[in-house]
């Protein structure tokens, strides 16, 4: 269903002579797109910006309206025809921000947020390979400029796609202070348990496999250290299937859980672990290292770059190197105290953006490419 909602009081005409900004939201609820799309959106509450915007999306979206936004309500799943369902049913603008790089592929002056490349180097088969470059070229070449959120995944889509790195706008990602906060006064109430965290996607990129071996090797595992991967939706089961005998005592895969349930781990886990090959960004490193939790994350892709220095790095190929990292950051994590995670974790947040500075990036780069 796409329809008009009814616009918040004070909402300026459509003819007041401004120029209007519509934002695609439809991607509120899903993922890493969705906390891109909840961030900037409370951040241009705060900020409340020039121009006239319109917010194009769910009924959610109708609370994160600011005195002279407008809603335009779109219930329609945003993944629907490869994103080619909403063709018609972009907003007028004159300025389009699209928040994720599945998009209508229809020319309009536009914003487009391309999260990475990744899919190009780990995919299903070359065939595979050749479309989604396809797709994503076909998305720049729609696009008055690009959106991303890492200076790695700024210089794949320059490398990957030929963009030209002058229409690559990079964003700083904040960190979600409130989870960061709930996770921190659930660690005080709850019983802390030996356990290696993993959340995430069971995708071949992850690195999943190498981790089970590496983790088999560690002094960790022998004192009775335990390894959780939660996330893996319909990967879940395939990757089960891997794990020997010996490996599915120590080893717990969950396909899925509820934010609460996740904020439980990450309050209960000794440290967090991502084996990544490559990565454009890296939300739940972020979000475990924004609430004092260690943290054991390769060297792939942005990981550096989003960890700050907070975390224990390792090389993601060699399963000698991830068993180690995962021993010192055990270590370490048994040293912590509440008060030690707290001190961190605020540490971790002073160095990174807020919802404002997201706010004011995107703002400046409508300001830059407005007809």
């Not at 190197?321 to 001190?343: E, S, V």
């Not at 990174?352 to 830059?368: F, M």
Request: charged share 25%.
């Amino acid at each position: 269903m796409t329809g008009f909602a009814k616009p918040r009081a004070g909402s300026p005409p459509a003819s007041d002579g401004r120029p209007t900004v519509a934002l695609d939201c439809r991607w509120l609820s899903f993922s890493g797109a969705g906390r891109v799309t909840e961030s900037l959106l409370r951040g241009l509450q705060i900020v409340t910006p020039p121009h006239r915007w319109v917010l194009w999306g769910p009924p959610e979206v109708a609370g994160h309206l600011w005195p002279g936004a407008e809603h335009v309500l779109d219930t329609t799943d945003p993944r629907r025809l490869n994103g080619q369902r909403s063709w018609f049913a972009i907003p007028s603008a004159d300025l389009v921000i699209f928040l994720h790089q599945q998009r209508p592929l229809r020319h309009v002056p536009a914003l487009t947020m391309v999260l990475d490349t990744t899919p190009l180097r780990y995919n299903r088969n070359p065939a595979d390979a050749w479309a989604k470059r396809c797709f994503l070229r076909r998305v720049g070449r729609a696009s008055s400029g690009i959106l991303t959120i890492s200076d790695f995944s700024s210089r794949c889509i320059s490398d990957d796609l030929g963009i030209a790195s002058d229409r690559i706008t990079k964003v700083g990602l904040p960190a979600d202070r409130d989870l960061a906060q709930r996770i921190l006064a659930l660690r005080e109430t709850s019983t802390p348990e030996e356990v290696a965290l993993y959340v995430g996607l069971f995708l071949p990129h992850k690195n999943l496999p190498r981790l089970i071996e590496a983790f088999g090797q560690t002094a960790f595992r022998r004192r009775g250290g335990r390894l959780l991967l939660v996330g893996g939706k319909g990967g879940a089961e395939p990757l089960r299937q891997t794990l020997d005998e010996d490996q599915g005592r120590y080893v717990t895969i969950r396909s899925s859980c509820t934010q609460p349930e996740l904020e439980s781990l990450y309050a209960t886990s000794s440290f967090l672990v991502q084996p990544s090959l490559e990565e454009g960004f890296g939300l739940p490193v972020q979000e475990a290292l924004a609430a004092g939790l260690t943290a054991c994350v390769s060297n792939g892709g942005a990981l550096p770059e989003v960890t700050r220095g907070f975390a224990e790095h390792f090389d993601p190929t060699s399963v000698e190197a991830m068993a180690k990292a995962i021993d010192r950051t055990a270590d370490r994590a048994g040293d912590q105290t509440g008060d030690q995670g707290r001190a961190d974790a605020e540490a971790f947040l002073a160095r990174t953006p807020t919802i404002t500075d997201l706010a004011g990036q995107v703002v400046d780069a409508v300001d830059r490419y407005l007809p």
